[in-house]
């Protein structure tokens, strides 16, 4: 049975070996075919007879040559169809070699602009521009305002739906007063003046192509680059934006890929052309811009270099060098950073996610033509939040730069040696370490509120490790008094941290005794303002426990409920914005009484540096009041320890 099973499986296969013999000899024969006629183009031309084998075939099947990958012994023309691309090692595609001939023509399908090219032999020179952060200075997401984690996911197209920082026209059109006010005063203050000279000597020069090169996708960002360019008068030969597709249907997997081909394609158009000046700001561009005239320019009579250069070409979106070999220059400009005005910057990443939110809903992702394309099951709802580190007097810059100079003309010799050990504060007097509670926020003035104060003396910790200095109203002491002027500060003795060494604490600040009054000519006054220190982010809207009584939504709904805290009511540990420990546990409103003595000691928080971690209670007052509440065996809450004799009771505390 064994036998007839295998005779029976020769017997199928006979038929298929048979078929799969006749059709290699049908391959071989077109290959033989093929062959003879690349060497009969070969001997026609002798400069190809001084290319490798591999470079032969290149250059034949662009000239419209046998297509050694074609079916049916057909030559390729210029079709757009996929199946005139190959796949790259990217995961992108390149032109195929039966590319089109290089003309002006062809090579204008790249461009928005509507200008007729120079001919091919007037050009000596192509000057190629970047625009963002290299002829314009374009606003970047604001470090100051939003976390790492968001600075990444507006960087990103594929976070909202809407394409994020890089690709929705509405972020570079709100860029200064915006759109409908800067277009008429040509952006002014927003562009680099000296690429912008060279630019304008480009376009006065005979024999030079101007060309102005950016990622941004044709489809949204057209329009509005070219109404950019032409309010300041810059004249471009080219103005090329990133296709959804290129003009011979190629599909590019980076923004790399796609400036090579069609810096490849430009080259190679205008062959008389002997040198090619790039600018570019990001550095990672301009060593791959490089790299990239290094080997377009690969010599294939270098035997060393003949191999490398012809395999990095096929993994790359452009085709061989038909040319000769060009000069090409990468000139790096220096980063000129920018961002947008907070509130204008605020509102339209709100607007981003609001538009995002809707896409989500409706199953879409909007564009700016409001065509609805199909949106991935991995975009889910996201939210703006807010999450506030402190409360507090804010100082102005310039106020901040008197004290730290006070500070150095006062600190001792051996701290002056150091003073890389410093970490410098000088920005707030303190008001509450988190979001403030209504009550004290009106009682400190409310949001906004000017308030001016007085520096009147300096002190340190006898270790030397914090340094602060003390403030007093600068209104007359008369007016001076929570009915009238009206102020709060979480220390009774209002003082602003100026440094802490490397190991200090700047809540120790509090335990400052000695104060050194400042000559007269060296006090001063400076003006605060009741503010925050927040940072936003981005997030998934359904984050679990995203959301507590530091936080609240900018959505425009409800705040989210307060997450539950372990250390609710203790004062004994835990959660909050400060290390647990002895110096830490303190005694006010919302705080269980210390269960141990040595628990009994320390202070409140008081600058930023201290708010990576924060103190259990609900709020800080100048005043100590009583407790409230107990412990719940080992760990916190309301009420007292569970089966304890006397230590029992809602509102109890421990046995006296």
């Not at 290299?134 to 305002?145: E, G, R, S, V």
């Not at 004290?440 to 910790?461: E, P």
Request: glycine share 10%.
């Amino acid at each position: 049975m064994a036998m007839s099973a295998a005779a029976a499986y020769a017997a199928t296969r006979k038929p298929q070996r048979e078929q799969q013999q006749g059709q290699q000899g049908q391959q071989e024969q077109q290959e033989n075919q093929e062959t003879q006629e690349q060497q009969k183009l070969v001997g026609e031309q002798p400069e190809l007879q001084q290319l490798p084998p591999p470079l032969q075939t290149i250059a034949v099947n662009s000239m419209g040559g046998p297509v050694s990958n074609g079916q049916d012994g057909q030559s390729g023309g210029s079709g757009g169809s996929d199946d005139d691309m190959t796949k790259n090692a990217n995961g992108g595609t390149r032109p195929a070699a039966n590319t089109a001939a290089y003309t002006p023509t062809a090579l204008s399908r790249w461009s928005v602009a509507k200008r007729k090219l120079p001919a091919v032999d007037t050009i000596r020179s192509l000057h190629v521009y970047d625009f963002d952060n290299t002829l314009f200075k374009t606003p970047l997401p604001n470090a100051k305002l939003w976390n790492a984690a968001t600075m990444g996911y507006l960087a990103s197209q594929d976070v909202l739906a809407t394409g994020g920082w890089w690709h929705d026209a509405r972020i570079l059109a709100a860029t200064g007063r915006g759109l409908a006010e800067e277009e008429p005063r040509a952006w002014a203050g927003w562009w680099n003046e000296h690429i912008v000279e060279l630019v304008q000597l480009t376009a006065s020069q005979p024999d030079a192509l101007s060309v102005l090169l950016t990622g941004r996708a044709e489809r949204a960002f057209a329009d509005l680059i070219q109404r950019m360019a032409a309010s300041r008068g810059l004249v471009f030969d080219l103005v090329v934006l990133k296709p959804a597709a290129g003009p011979n249907n190629e599909r590019f997997a980076s923004t790399m890929a796609f400036k090579q081909a069609f810096l490849a394609t430009l080259m190679e158009t205008y062959a008389a052309a002997g040198t090619i000046r790039l600018y570019e700001d990001r550095p990672r561009h301009v060593e791959g811009f490089r790299e990239f005239f290094e080997a377009y320019n690969g010599s294939p009579n270098n035997s060393n270099n003949n191999n490398n250069s012809f395999e990095r070409r096929q993994t790359q979106c452009y085709p061989a060098r038909r040319r000769p070999p060009i000069q090409g220059t990468v000139v790096p400009v220096a980063e000129l950073a920018t961002t947008l005005d907070p509130v204008v910057e605020v509102a339209e990443v709100q607007h981003m996610v609001r538009l995002h939110n809707a896409a989500v809903a409706a199953g879409g992702r909007p564009n700016q033509d409001g065509r609805a394309v199909a949106i991935t099951s991995r975009h889910r709802r996201m939210a703006v939040r807010k999450t506030v580190f402190f409360t507090g007097y804010l100082l102005q810059e310039t106020d901040t730069q008197r004290l730290l100079r006070l500070l150095h003309d006062h600190v001792p010799p051996h701290v002056v040696a150091r003073r890389d050990l410093l970490k410098y504060h000088a920005n707030n007097i303190m008001i509450s370490p988190r979001a403030c509670p209504p009550a004290l926020l009106r009682k400190a003035g409310g949001l906004g509120r000017k308030f001016a104060w007085r520096v009147v003396a300096l002190g340190h910790l006898d270790d030397h490790s914090v340094w602060a200095a003390k403030v007093q109203p600068a209104d007359d002491p008369a007016d001076v008094g929570e009915e009238r002027v009206g102020y709060h500060t979480a220390e009774p003795v209002p003082l602003v941290v100026l440094a802490v060494w490397r190991n200090g604490r700047p809540h120790d600040a509090s335990r400052i005794r000695a104060w050194r009054p400042l000559p007269p000519d060296e006090v001063f006054v400076m003006e605060t303002t009741v503010g925050e220190k927040a940072m936003l982010r981005v997030e998934a809207e359904s984050l679990a426990g995203a959301a507590d009584e530091n936080e609240q939504s900018l959505r425009g709904g409800k705040a989210p409920a307060k997450r539950k805290r372990f250390s609710g009511h203790g004062g004994h540990g835990g959660g909050g914005p400060y290390p647990s420990g002895p110096s830490n546990a303190t005694v006010g409103v919302g705080r269980g009484r210390p269960p141990f003595p040595h628990h009994n000691t320390g202070t409140v928080p008081t600058q930023p540096a201290a708010f990576a971690a924060g103190s259990g209670g609900r709020g800080y007052h100048n005043v100590p009041t009583a407790p409230r509440g107990g412990f719940r065996g080992a760990g916190f809450g309301r009420g007292a320890y569970r089966g304890g004799g006397s230590l029992r009771g809602r509102g109890g505390g421990p046995g006296v």
